[in-house]
């Protein structure tokens, strides 16, 4: 079945620091990809979507390039701030399945120090 | 634009009692979905709901679990009765319309503690 692996958290960087977050999936067919991100106390916030592949979704500084080769969506930041600790998932869609229901990773814990 | 409501936030009940949590989608929206996150996991889904109609239903514990969307709108998750390994946060969520590409919008969630 369709799944997805993220690295294990929690993730602790300093203040501009260059930050990756592994993710991995297994999926048949042609899925697309997100990484939302959940602050303390709040509900799920899309961050970026790729829905194909080579596709590179960004926002907010952040970058993730869909990779099928590897099967393989890092997310990465050049320089991190406080502001960014959040925990952090990665999901597929599969676009073979109408309902479009994503299925997450356990999602990583990302805190950044002053 | 108004995001996907949700309540109550916070609930705490004992064990073998029941709740039942409300959620309202964007406007327009056909496809709402019930997720349950155990803390330090991601998010699982529970039912997916496409207007008034059940697409998927695999995962929902039906022996205690249930959900409804009267007139392919709001929708209200009920747990009846409760075990402790219900403790979760319940996110509602919904969609413009249920394929791989649209985004799926996240409420707050309703977060459930069972003593």
């Known amino acids: 079945g369709n799944s997805v692996t993220q690295m294990e958290g929690p993730v602790t960087l300093s203040e501009e620091a260059f930050l990756t977050i592994n993710c991995t999936y297994t999926?048949?067919?042609?899925?697309?990809l997100f990484w939302y991100v959940q602050y303390p106390g709040e509900g799920l916030q899309l961050l970026l979507k790729?829905?194909?592949?080579?596709d590179k979704g960004s926002n907010k500084g952040f970058e993730a390039t869909y990779r099928k080769e590897t099967t393989s969506f890092h997310l990465e930041k050049g320089s991190v701030q406080v502001s960014d600790s959040a925990v952090y998932f990665c999901a597929l869609s599969d676009r073979g399945n109408q309902g479009g229901k994503l299925i997450f990773g356990q999602g990583t814990e990302l805190s950044v120090k002053p | 634009e108004a995001g996907v409501a949700q309540s109550p936030r916070y609930k705490i009940i004992e064990k073998r009692q029941s709740v039942a949590f409300w959620c309202n989608p964007i406007s327009g929206h056909a496809t709402l979905y019930w997720y349950q996150q155990i803390l330090g996991q991601g998010p699982k889904l529970l039912i997916q709901?496409?207007?008034?109609?059940?697409?998927?239903d695999s995962q929902l514990p039906k022996d205690r679990f249930s959900a409804e969307r009267l007139k392919g709108v709001d929708s209200t998750l009920k747990i009846q009765p409760a075990k402790l390994e219900d403790s979760a946060v319940y996110l509602c969520a919904s969609s413009q319309w249920g394929n791989s590409g649209n985004t799926i919008y996240f409420g707050e969630g309703s977060w459930l503690t069972v003593v």
């Open positions: 790729a829905t194909k592949a080579d």
């Open positions: 999926a048949t067919g042609y899925p697309s």
């Open positions: 709901f496409q207007n008034n109609g059940v697409v998927d």
